[in-house]
Nanobody, 120 residues
Framework: QVQLVESGGGLVQAGGSLRLSCAAS????????MGWYRQAPGKQRELVAN???????NYADSSKGRFTISRDNAKNTVYLQMNSLKPEDTGVYYC??????????????WGQGTQVTVSS
């Protein structure tokens, strides 16, 4: 089993910044991919950004130039630094990780979600 603990959401004015964190623990051998998704009210969950263990980061067009994803492999933690926030960034942000277990299984896990609200 793998547990994810998210933190860092909140209410911020447009133009402000927030930093999200997601720490993973449990039966983890490696984490090939870590990422963040957003679900706005009435909309489907969508990718914000992800970061492979040894490759290039990927960003949604709406995130490029404003958000930065990073990871600390020693802590099994992924971060999302969000700057120049806009009201359309409002939603529940979910951490997502792809884990390779010690038994060589590939498993997909989601965090509990953290609310980000950007006021105009």
């Amino acid at each position: 089993q793998v547990q994810l603990v998210e933190s860092g959401g909140g209410l911020v004015q447009a133009g402000g910044s927030l930093r999200l964190s997601c720490a993973a623990s449990g039966s983890i051998f490696s984490i090939p991919v870590m990422g963040w998704y957003r679900q706005a009210p009435g909309k489907q969950r969508e990718l914000v950004a992800n970061i492979p263990s040894g490759g290039t980061t990927n960003y949604a067009d709406s995130s490029k130039g404003r958000f930065t994803i990073s990871r600390d492999n020693a802590k099994n933690t992924v971060y999302l630094q969000m700057n120049s926030l806009k009201p359309e960034d409002t939603g529940v942000y979910y951490c997502n990780i792809v884990v390779k277990t010690r038994g060589a299984q590939i498993m997909n896990y989601w965090g509990q979600g953290t609310q980000v609200t950007v006021s105009s």
